[in-house]
């Protein structure tokens, strides 16, 4: 049955992790419904997750999955998790306005009489206000907890076979990178480019097959990069402008986002001032990246290059990633930011997303690495300059 | 500023709809989070909804967008608001464990003064249990209303423009399917296939490009195809196996998904009964769709043509789409299936969905259309019969 990349131990090990955490604040049943803490548990995939569905941890035996009647099949073919433990809601409910498929979560819950300390994720997009009425209404809010974050704080640690798949990841990403790269002209309409750059990443290379990233492509142009999240039109690229590409590879849902900028021309001196400064940024952020230094130590890198270079960087330089599904491919956990002191572990992976964006112009040259002893390792090999036509 | 694509006229009518819904539910305020609710209301476009970000509309006045604060930009380049009605949210609070953009929300709120009858979307991807908690800690749960689906319901009957660009999705939609019917062969991996089909979607025609769907396809194959919403994988294509493509051409966010079925080798008797029910559906179903018909008499020619041929159909038929953002390109309000009374009106579009799920594989033939006077009509021009090769 299980149609899925890792080990029976593995996955063990996922558990237990989880199950210390709840034990440490006193949960006794989890009920998951963030798709990649779903899939990092089970193996579960598909594009299921716009109806309600969960994985529910309890504090001992297997997990089980719990979802609507046509997607049971799915699981049965993604997950490590026996027949008996995949649990269906009926059809009938699916968007209904009168009742609800957590109507019959609460039903099964009651069934295995899970009823007190069940954690929910309280701010996931995949865990409604409504869905969380419903289990207050039946088991009181003092039978709830916040647990938004618990699993997604396991995840943070990646095991070597997760590595192994964020590098794949990181090779279509350069992989992307490189046709962008070829096909940047000027003249050419940004959809054209973007659809040559995605189907790079999802035809992948010989050996390594590509699957969908949890963000499109964010591909803005010239005074459009001064917002942070467009992400393309049909304008055709144009002298004089920087054009900045924040795209990832993905592979079986690992993700290696890596962002460049691009410019037609010459580009003026604040944009090469901002590119130094970048540049800069990232080759001390891998330095000082080693266990037991902080996420704001680590932004402080960034925050003073950018200072040196007369910018001030106000917003965050980067988070943790891995696993995902749309529409976010970070972890929601650490930030790279002032006031974050949790300390780097070995095997942590981030994306470093030292931006720069004026009121003009935005550009991104970005990493995502691995925490080492010796400091961040880039997970991808790219160059890093501004492409220049 | 604005660089959308609909007059001033169209916008003023949709508020005009949305505040009589409000006025007869007696909401002073909704604060709408559905980025597609808030696009069509506002013109609002960006890979923003990862981070809460809301329109605000009350009963008079222009409505406000109130988002992160590096997102803003974009919402000055993509509505037709004015600047002094953009409104962010601090940088700080972004995925931050202590505190939530939401709090930033209730001091804006209760500096207008709109403290009670705020409508929310209760059950929505784009607004936590978090978010809800956090608006019920200040206005208490008096001041709040359900208003899940109260946007939404109003974007049921699409405008003429609409409808244009819909039609434009469905030429994409078609385009993208000719890509899918000639590079359907034996030995192609999934991927592969995959890759050249949303190419085509994106790159578009020479007159349309082509932006994202709010779903990435789903393309089960043989026993896969039992769970409706496996996305692909990079096993090649194999003889005696059925392979269903659902996608999606979207143009300036609306969307013409439509679902083709595949073979390679000579198909099966059964899966040839399958397809003649689900052809004589289609046709029965476009028949019927006239204004003041109503959903489940819709549903019910899918239902009988299956009866018929001796398939039992468990699932719901249809459902309206148009504009949208992911992960679902449905409107979320009716649905074809037995206990739906809503009635069709002139211009409403669906997506109908008279798919077949056994045990052993998956059959998808789909098309969209808009009610007129004389039935049904389809928005894309794709030949329905399995391809065979």
Known sequence: MPANDFTTTEYARRLEKTRRAMAERGLKTLVI???????????????????????????SG?????????????????????ADHLFDWPEEHVQHPDHHPFDSL????????????????????????????????????????????????????????????????????AHMHGVLR??????????????????????????LPGDYPAIAPIAPSGIEASASHITWNDRPLAPGEATYFEISGCVRRYHCPISRTLFLGSPPEDIRRGEAAILQAIEDTFAVAKPGVSCEEVASCVYESFGRA???????????VGLSYPPDWGERTMSLRPGDTTKLEENMTFHLMPGLWTPDWGMAITETFVVTPNGGEPLADVPREIVVK
């Open 33 to 59: 419904c963030d798709p990649s803490n779903m899939a990092w548990l089970t193996g579960y995939d598909g594009w299921s997750f716009y109806v309600p569905q969960a994985v529910i941890l309890h504090e």
């Open 310 to 320: 007369g910018y001030i960087k106000g917003s965050r330089t980067g988070y943790p």
């Open 182 to 207: 070829a096909e940047f002209n000027e003249g050419i309409a940004k959809n054209a480019l973007v659809a040559r750059v995605q189907a790079a990443g999802i035809e992948g290379l010989p050996d």
């Open 62 to 82: 297997m997990p089980m999955w719990w979802g609507r009647t046509q997607d049971k099949p799915g699981a049965a073919l993604t997950t490590w998790l026996e």
């Open 106 to 173: 609460v039903d099964l819950l009651r069934e295995y009489g899970w009823v007190e300390a069940i954690g929910v994720e309280m701010d996931n997009y995949y865990f409604s206000a409504r869905s969380y009425q419903i289990l207050e209404t039946a088991f009181g809010r003092d039978g709830l907890a916040d647990a938004t974050g618990l699993v997604n704080w396991q995840r943070a640690v990646k095991s070597e076979q997760e590595l192994q798949l964020m590098r794949s990841a990181g090779r279509l990403s």
